[in-house]
């Protein structure tokens, strides 16, 4: 259980899984230096970092023994902000906030949660971080609304000795990073390659095309290493394409390019993200291929898994929010408490951001199908029926056994 004080993340992290689920998790340990690591009927700790002595107060040579004590001050209570970027979804407010906060309440009773929603404006989003710093933010965890531009907000919180968890995405570019807590990318990667190949039913050297995230991204890096990992010498690579920021629309460009370079000869997709699946199977649609092709997702969007019903989408990622954002707030906590009581070290997996190597935490997803809709994203409330199941749906639910 991830747990700070004398436990501190320890192997089987299970107070990361969410209820309905047994999530298996790739934890990189936070040691903190003068925090011992031990597990309650675990196997031994991993070894700690050696700290000096704690420093103590000395008497001056004339005080006597009779002197009254020093006076001891009173304990401030930690402030860990949480800057989520966007306030059109939901999520953000109604799981992703509740359940940081929830957390850190639970490991410390006196901190306090400094909120601030950035609705999608980077600017906004860099103000959002001086105001906390200001107030006296202890740490802060980020889900940028733009990976590139919050660079400079770690930067900053750097020159000011507060540590940083990027949160969801990877900030880019800055060495101000302590920490990274997500979803392994090259693990999703895997997941949606070996789906596709399931999907294909093992015909011999299917004609694919993928289309990949933004070149440089590290995120979108390790997915396409993943599913090339299972992909590669299974498939046929018609196509590949990189594609900037992530774009649906650019996506739909680049797909009916390879439509009609391949005179509609595609046998699947690889979509590395549910905006770009849609604008890959919009292409599909648009160009008359039929049957609808398999194409793979992530994110578990609402549209996403409405498609997949539909049988326009094949698979999704689900990331479910609960472990994340209660391994972000032990984080946090763990780094507030070390930049306070002394430095600290990390060791284990890492991911780098084009500046750094940053300390990862990083969970394992799922695959959604059509079948396994019920027993993921509806069983751990993600999404419910009737978000699901608007009445242009209502038939492929009933299909699906949704009704």
């Not at 890492?350 to 500046?355: A, F, I």
Request: aromatic share 4%; charged share 20%.
């Amino acid at each position: 259980m991830l747990e700070l004080g004398s436990k501190l993340f320890c192997k089987a992290a299970s107070s990361m899984r969410p209820t309905n689920f047994h999530w298996p998790v790739i934890v990189a340990p936070l040691l903190v230096l003068g925090i011992l690591a031990a597990c309650e009927e675990e196997a031994p700790a991993a070894p700690s970092v050696a700290a000096g002595p704690a420093p103590t107060l000395v008497a001056s040579p004339q005080a006597t023994a009779e002197a009254s004590p020093a006076p001891t001050a009173t304990p401030v209570a930690l402030k860990i902000a949480l800057l989520l970027p966007d306030s059109t979804l939901a999520r953000y407010d109604a799981k992703d906030r509740p359940v940081f906060e929830s957390k850190i309440k639970s490991l410390c009773a006196d901190c306090v949660v400094l909120y601030s929603n950035a609705n999608q404006d980077a600017s906004l989003q860099r103000a959002q971080a001086d105001a906390a710093i200001a107030g006296g933010a202890s740490a802060l965890v980020i889900d940028p609304v733009n990976r590139d531009a919050a660079a400079e907000i770690a930067d900053r919180a750097k020159a000011q000795k507060v540590p940083v968890v990027s949160y969801d995405q990877l900030i880019n570019g800055s060495d101000g990073v302590d920490c990274y807590v997500s979803y392994d990318p090259e693990e999703a990667g895997r997941l949606q390659g070996s789906a596709l190949l399931d999907s294909l039913g093992g015909g011999a050297n299917p004609a694919v095309v993928m289309i990949d995230g933004p070149a440089g991204d590290a995120a979108a890096t390790l997915l396409k290493q993943g599913a090339h990992s299972v992909l590669d010498g299974k498939v046929a690579v018609a196509k590949e394409y990189d594609t900037a920021g992530f774009d649906p629309d650019a996506a739909q460009g680049e797909m009916s390019q390879a439509l009609a370079a391949l005179n509609n000869k595609v046998d699947g997709v690889y979509a590395a993200t549910d905006g770009l699946a849609g604008g890959a199977i919009a292409a599909l649609k648009t160009a008359g291929v039929k049957p609808p092709r398999p194409v793979t997702g992530r994110g578990a969007e609402l549209a996403a898994i409405q498609r997949i019903v539909a049988g326009d989408q094949y698979m999704t990622v689900y990331q479910p929010i609960q472990p994340q954002a209660e391994a972000a707030a032990t984080v946090a906590l763990t780094l507030a408490r070390a930049a306070s009581d002394g430095p600290a070290a990390a060791q284990g997996k890492v991911t780098n951001n084009g500046k750094k190597d940053v300390p990862s935490v990083l969970l394992r997803p799922v695959a959604v199908t059509r079948g396994s809709i019920a027993s993921t994203v509806i069983a751990d409330g993600y999404w419910d029926k009737d978000q699901i199941c608007t009445p242009v749906f209502a038939d492929a639910c009933a299909a699906a056994g949704l009704n």
